[in-house]
């Protein structure tokens, strides 16, 4: 999976409760995503990130809080988790460069949440 | 209205035929469109990318945009078993310059049937 690391793999927790999932990197690549998929809806994108400290939203971001202090490593918090969040969370990476490059996604292998 | 639609499927295609995947999108200003292949329980791949209104072929793919009719589909020659997965459509929007935001559709579950 193009040298990404999602961890972890599984996650049961209860509802309320804070959740961090990790997103690691070896590619140097600029560009980190988090998405969510459901049935129904695809995938949605969480947040992003242009580079160290550079984050914005996406459209489906209340309720989730993200970092990244290293190249390498894209955190993304459930400040307190709700059923609602129970999904498939996808961290994706593109290359720096230009338009042709860098919208170019390569996807982790995903984490399955449940919020109980 | 979604802003990028397919339909669901399933769609079944016997071993050997044509199967042809359609999306429509919303935004007539969108820039770039891409073709992800996801298998059940894995992560979306990327097969296919289309930039400009016509056909791109890549192997036993190809790619089709038709901006004016704000449609793009992806027909995959040939099928074979191994193609059975579901198929995402993606759209960039227009103005966003930087990176891959993408807007996806719920994607189109193909059977190819031995």
């Known amino acids: 999976d193009a040298g990404i690391t999602q961890s972890p793999r599984h996650k049961v927790t209860e509802t309320g409760t804070p959740v961090t999932l990790r997103c690691h990197q070896t590619e140097n690549h600029r560009y980190m995503y988090w998405y969510r998929q459901d049935p129904g809806h695809g995938l949605r994108l969480i947040h992003y990130?242009?580079?160290?400290?550079?984050?914005d939203k996406g459209e489906v971001s209340d309720g989730y809080s993200v970092s990244r202090s290293k190249t390498e490593d894209f955190l993304l918090t459930l400040e307190s988790a709700t059923s609602s969040q129970t999904s498939v969370y996808f961290c994706?990476?593109?290359?720096?460069?230009?338009?042709?490059?860098?919208?170019?996604?390569?996807f982790g292998s995903g984490t399955q949440l449940s919020v109980l | 209205q979604k802003e990028v639609e397919q339909n669901s499927g399933p769609l079944s295609v016997p071993e050997g035929a044509i199967a042809s995947l359609n999306c429509t999108y919303s935004d007539r200003g969108s820039q770039s469109f891409f073709w992800y292949r996801q298998y059940s329980g894995k992560s979306p791949e990327l097969i296919m990318f289309?930039?400009?209104?016509g056909d791109k072929e890549d192997g036993r793919f190809t790619a089709q945009l038709n901006k004016a009719s704000q449609y793009v589909s992806l027909l995959i020659r040939d099928s074979q078993p191994s193609d059975s997965a579901t198929y995402l459509c993606?759209?960039?929007?227009?103005?966003?310059?930087?990176?891959?935001?993408?807007?996806f559709g719920q994607g189109t579950e193909l059977s190819v049937k031995p």
């Open positions: 994706a990476i593109s290359e720096t460069g230009g338009p042709t490059t860098n919208e170019k996604l390569f």
């Open positions: 993606a759209v960039k929007r227009r103005g966003e310059n930087q990176g891959g935001k993408l807007i």
């Open positions: 289309i930039y400009s209104n």
């Open positions: 990130s242009y580079g160290v400290k550079d984050t």
